[in-house]
């Protein structure tokens, strides 16, 4: 029985399109809360008043332009794949910058600390599953076998 090539890849860019649309998703309910009301989340940054609330609403703002290239990467993974390797590394930097982060603040901020720990254990996931994305969009196994080949 011989496999269909433009089936599997059908197949595989629409696994990857799930996985990216999941984390924007994420990303875009996030960046969306702290546009709305940043109040509800200014506490957990040790941040009050209407600066705090103008500061979180700020990164509601970047969360939000920071999503273009996964709206790319979701319309097609596999044509867009810059835009995805744009996404992964993103999600890579901030995963990175934010462990770095916590290591900088003292333990006395345990709501502060608590925060970080949230946009780690966030970042960690999306960066998994554009991983994922990436590897159904763009790892092919071999789709023959000994002796066939693959015209």
């Given at each position: 029985?011989?496999?269909?090539?433009?089936?599997?890849?059908?197949?595989?860019?629409?696994?990857?399109?799930?996985?990216?649309?999941?984390?924007?998703?994420?990303?875009?309910?996030?960046?969306?809360?702290?546009?709305?009301?940043?109040?509800?989340?200014?506490a957990g940054f040790e941040l009050?008043?209407?600066?705090?609330?103008?500061?979180?609403?700020?990164?509601?703002?970047?969360?939000?332009?920071?999503?273009?290239?996964?709206?790319?990467?979701l319309t097609n993974p596999i044509s867009h794949?810059?835009?995805?390797?744009?996404?992964?590394?993103?999600?890579?930097?901030?995963?990175?910058?934010?462990?770095?982060?916590?290591?900088?603040?003292?333990?006395?901020?345990?709501?502060?600390?608590?925060?970080?720990?949230?946009?780690?254990?966030?970042?960690?996931?999306?960066?998994?599953?554009?991983?994922?994305?990436?590897?159904?969009?763009?790892?092919?196994?071999?789709?023959?076998?000994?002796?066939?080949?693959?015209?």
């Open positions: 029985m011989k496999s269909n090539p433009e089936s599997k890849d059908r197949t595989r860019n629409w696994i990857a399109r799930a996985l990216i649309a999941v984390v924007l998703t994420l990303n875009l309910q996030a960046a969306l809360q702290y546009m709305i009301a940043p109040q509800a989340f200014s009050s008043g209407t600066p705090g609330a103008t500061a979180v609403a700020g990164v509601g703002i970047l969360y939000l332009m920071w999503q273009v290239p996964y709206v790319f990467a794949k810059i835009s995805l390797i744009e996404a992964l590394l993103m999600q890579a930097i901030g995963l990175l910058g934010e462990s770095w982060l916590l290591s900088t603040i003292d333990p006395n901020h345990a709501a502060l600390r608590s925060s970080i720990v949230r946009y780690i254990i966030f970042d960690a996931g999306g960066l998994v599953l554009l991983a994922c994305a990436y590897g159904a969009a763009h790892c092919r196994r071999l789709l023959f076998k000994k002796g066939e080949t693959h015209v």
